[in-house]
């Protein structure tokens, strides 16, 4: 990787473009908004991009996000300006397994506890999806025993929302590590923090406008806030 002090100017940029994610306030009005229409509205007032009043359905959504992935993917590969972290990085979250690989080779803790951190939460959803309740209970004396044990407490409850609420408490789960990149002034892992900050963003912007699009209550989807 490149000596910490050339990322200055890259971890500048990146403090800048976190004031454009969209806050949580505005996730709970696009929620709030009546029908598709005003959802998307409101987003496009934030995001200023009018090409998200022309979503009709989950296709166009799709085409809307891949792009807007495709875009951070761009930015961040500008700011990192270094091809195996990169290689690693975009292997996150997909393809868990060549991720492990590039970043065994590249050797940088920050990557791997965030490998490890998306393996472990992926292994979570896949028992609570599967209700296999003694893996969920060997979640619940780890890191993850929070997420895990109200996560598992929402399905036996047999609540309608247990699947947005366990994608709240996992967001939760990884920005409240990823916040400690903010403190970094010279390196890669705020630009990392932001690419993740971003595929976050983009995660609950699927989840809000399907919602919108299959008309889910308003009750259902604020669990992600």
Known sequence: MKNRADYAYAVGRVRALETRLISPEVF?????????????????EVAHEEEIKKIRNSQDLELFLNERARRSRKIV????????????????PENLDAAEVKINKL????L??????????????????LNL????ANFFPTDYGRV?????????????????FFEKLKVGFMA????????????????ISYYFAKLNEIRLLRWVILGKINQVPKDILSALT
């Open 112 to 129: 791997g506890n965030l490998l490890r951190h998306t393996a472990k939460l992926k292994e979570l959803s896949d028992s609570l999806r």
């Open 148 to 164: 895990a044990r109200l996560s598992s407490e929402a399905n036996q409850k047999q609540r309608e929302d247990s699947c947005l």
């Open 77 to 92: 590969a500008q700011l990192l300006d270094d091809e195996p972290l990169c290689s690693a990085l975009f292997s996150l």
């Open 107 to 110: 050797k940088f803790e920050f």
């Open 133 to 136: 309740k003694d893996r969920i």
């Open 176 to 191: 409240d590590f990823l916040a400690g990149a903010k403190y970094i002034t010279f390196g890669p892992e705020p630009i």
């Open 28 to 44: 709970r009005n696009i929620i709030e908004a009546d029908a598709l229409t005003g959802a998307l509205n409101v987003l496009s």
